[in-house]
């Protein structure tokens, strides 16, 4: 059932192979990156390598040989994460292609951390490879009327198109568990699976909050540097953001905090263990986990150069989310889990400060309408359509 669902990226990706030698194609675990590739593949000429199976590893125990031999087709590397020492060979092969005509097209490379974890290993493919992020399914992605299931249940392919909402339940538990006790050892410091699993989960309780390393590390029983640490590492993963504040406004007392979510708002409400659209809603949690759904299908929906900031100051000027979009221009964007959203005080103020081209309220209604000071409120998908048609 995943390939039924068209990836807005396919298009991006595609044309990213005809331009560059080598592409990465990066996001978590399950986001459906295998999937995506396999479709590419059957418009051109591929070979497929999945580096977690011991048999296709050992066709690569002398990789320039190996892709030589393969030297006029797509060659797809799939969790190339775990096979660091190939970077050079592909270096090598890039370089000889060019120089024999074959310079683009040539490696898709599939991996589940982000791009800085990747370009440790990648540095020496600087020139010759280009980065793409494949986030989980988003309000875009899906059909306007499945918008409550995608939130309850998040955007991993296999989560949102479950059997029932148990099951989905049971998916995104097996899901943590998986990154737990066999992804997160084999990127990171040997940190005990239960540990993590608390910090993840104090995570998901203060979903869409200012990061206090402190309090977090009093809680673990850890310091702040450690805490630090495992954020880094969630993150590399691409499985939690770090938002941070916008600080252009040299004159006015700016909180300096990142604001802190879990990335797919269906691991949030698996890590709380609220299985129902009735349970999320009548937790404490509702709120903040709706303000992460729409800042994460926001920003996925936003142009290539986009730039995400929250705005906060000690006065009380607030803007949840705020988009620096491709020639200067900027959107500000109040998050409200309400079908008569009103507007506080501290959005206008901040507003006045920054002068926003557009100012929009995201609420879970289905129409637009205007409301004072020039702002407007806009369902999510109207909204994200928006930001899109930019690009």
């Not at 590893?57 to 060659?75: I, T, W």
């Amino acid at each position: 059932m995943q390939g039924m669902i068209h990836r807005r990226i396919a298009s991006t990706l595609r044309a990213l192979l005809d331009e560059s030698p080598a592409v990465a194609l990066l996001g978590p675990r399950q986001v459906g990156k295998t999937t995506l590739a396999l479709a590419i593949a059957e418009q051109r000429p591929s070979i497929y390598v999945d580096l977690e199976s011991e048999a296709d590893r050992a066709k690569l125990a002398e990789p320039e040989l190996y892709l030589a031999r393969h030297e006029d087709r797509l060659v797809i590397l799939d969790e190339v994460h775990r096979a660091p020492g190939l970077f050079q060979a592909l270096r090598g092969v890039i370089d000889r292609g060019r120089r024999s005509g074959r310079g683009v097209g040539r490696f898709l490379l599939l991996g589940s951390a982000s791009v800085d974890l990747l370009k440790q290993s990648g540095e020496t493919l600087a020139g010759r490879i280009a980065y793409l992020e494949l986030h989980p399914l988003d309000a875009l992605e899906t059909p306007a009327e499945d918008a409550e299931r995608l939130w309850a249940r998040g955007g991993f392919p296999d989560s949102f198109l479950a059997a029932s909402d148990r099951a989905s339940l049971r998916w995104r538990r097996d899901f943590i568990r998986t990154y737990l006790e066999r992804d997160v050892p084999m990127f990171g410091p040997r940190i005990p699976a239960e540990t993590l699993r608390r910090f993840w989960t104090m995570l998901a309780h203060r979903q869409s909050g200012l990061l206090n390393a402190s309090e977090l590390g009093r809680a673990l029983g850890v310091d702040s540097k450690t805490v630090a640490s495992y954020l880094d590492l969630l993150v590399d993963l691409l499985l939690v953001r770090r938002l941070p504040p916008w600080h252009a406004n040299r004159g006015k007392r700016l909180v300096k905090s990142p604001k802190v979510y879990v990335r797919d708002s269906g691991l949030v409400h698996a890590l709380l263990g609220l299985e129902t659209l009735e349970e999320i809603l009548g937790h404490p949690v509702a709120g903040a986990s709706w303000e992460g759904f729409v800042t994460e299908t926001l920003i996925a929906a936003a142009p290539e150069g986009t730039e995400a900031h929250f705005f906060r100051t000690a006065a009380g000027a607030e803007i949840d989310l705020l988009l620096s979009l491709p020639g200067a221009r900027l959107w500000a964007f109040e998050i409200k889990r309400s079908l008569a959203p009103t507007v506080e005080r501290g959005f206008h103020v901040a507003c006045e400060d920054l002068n926003p081209e557009r100012r929009v309220v995201i609420y879970p209604g289905a129409e637009t309408f205007p409301m004072k000071h020039g702002v407007e409120a806009m369902p999510l998908r109207l909204a994200a359509e928006a930001l899109h048609d930019i690009g």
